[in-house]
């Protein structure tokens, strides 16, 4: 591995030292960035310091959150007795209420919110509008109304509700994607068709939910809302898996999605196969979305929000994935440790505090893209 600095950062860049000229712009330093090649395998790209110190404290924050939730409960647990537990240490009892209730409830917290985080990264930087999320596009939604068809039509949680939430998020995905194909497709028309598209799969939710019997719309509409409660190993698993897969990839396509900034036909001239990596986003993302959702519901506003907040805290022209990955996680586990304190002796389901505090992040971006002028 190979590291050279980026200009601005222990060089001296252009004019450094000379005197300004009256009248003239000051010059204008770029932040440092460590620019990097590996041989084995051949990758390179650029790192920047301030994205890196972000992630390290957005890490610290989501260990510190994880470990409170473990330890909040009906029966508050000293972190001493919860890290034992984890460690399968201590009191018998205390290991069982650590590994089999509260273990899996974080657990789930921390890979749906880095799903959602990532998924949302990955479509805002596609298609250059910080209003482009899963659940702004239907997406969510696709997903949502294929797993509330499993549960009207009798179908119990586990690996059918997995497999109807990818179903659901590729049948929307497509739709979206065939819709706003004409001669290609751009990012604003694929944000407004997937607005159509989801409020058509909210409608299909909206008349199962109608004609379900009383028992299966109650449960229905309990896992509409984001729940992290009573969540077991078994629906983990799958949304693991798929982490271990998807992220990857996603990190991968950051180099393509980067080029594809500078407009498809200068992309195609750098040899960019540009719908394909299109395509490729789309799946990424979507599988994402599928298994966070089948395993939590459709936590709201995480994916539209994440990525905005990581993108002001690590200073970046675009929503950086790994950032918006540890702040989707952090936001889904305030909000579920926030939704068991509020109200004593009830436990909210987390979409609910998720949508209090999204839906004034939605606002500030439509009033910001109102004043400029523009949809991003």
């Known amino acids: 591995m190979t590291t050279e600095l980026a200009p601005g950062h222990g060089e001296p860049g252009p004019g450094h030292g ?33 994205t890196l110190g972000v992630c390290a404290v957005l890490a610290a924050a989501v260990c510190a ?30 290991r069982l209420i650590v590994h089999e209730l509260r273990l899996p409830r974080a657990v789930a917290g921390l890979l749906v919110g880095i799903a959602f985080g990532v998924s949302g990264a990955l479509l805002q930087t596609m298609t250059l509008n910080p209003l482009a999320s899963p659940d702004m596009m239907g997406i969510t939604q696709g997903a949502g109304t294929a797993v509330v068809a499993g549960l009207v039509l009798g179908w119990d949680f586990g690996p059918g509700t997995q497999f109807l939430g990818l179903l659901g998020a590729l049948t929307a995905a497509l739709a979206v994607y065939v819709l706003a194909w004409r001669r290609g497709t751009t990012g604003y028309r694929i944000v407004l068709v997937g607005v159509g598209v989801a409020w058509i799969c909210t409608s299909a939710t909206d008349y199962l939910m109608a004609h379900g019997r009383q028992f299966e719309a109650q449960a229905a509409l309990g896992w509409l809302v984001g729940n992290l409660n009573a969540r077991t190993w078994q629906q983990i698993g ?25 407009g498809d036909d200068l992309a195609r001239g750098l040899g960019v196969r540009v719908q394909a990596v299109r395509i490729a986003v789309l799946v990424c993302s979507v599988g994402l979305v599928a298994f966070g959702t089948a395993t939590a519901g459709p936590v709201a506003f995480v994916a539209l929000a994440a990525p905005q907040i990581a993108q002001r805290l690590a200073g970046t022209p675009l929503p950086p994935p790994v950032a918006s990955g540890l702040t989707g996680a952090l936001v889904v586990l305030v909000s ?24 004034p992040v939605l606002l500030w971006l439509l009033v910001r893209a109102n004043r400029t002028g523009s949809g991003g």
């Open 336 to 359: 579920d440790l926030a939704a068991r304190k509020l109200i004593p002796g009830t436990e909210l389901p987390a979409g609910i505090v998720t949508g209090v505090l999204g839906a």
């Open 65 to 94: 959150v994880f470990l409170a939730g473990v330890s909040a409960g009906e029966a508050s647990l000293p972190l001493a007795e919860v890290l034992r537990a984890v460690a399968g240490a201590g009191d018998p009892e205390t």
């Open 18 to 50: 000379r005197e300004p000229v009256p009248g003239a712009p000051s010059p204008r330093r770029s932040p440092g960035r460590i620019a990097y090649r590996l041989a084995v395998p051949p990758a390179s790209g650029v790192l920047r310091p301030r």
């Open 238 to 262: 799958p949304l693991a898996l798929a982490l271990a897969v998807l992220l990857p990839a996603a990190l991968l396509l950051g180099r393509q999605l980067r080029t594809l900034q500078l």
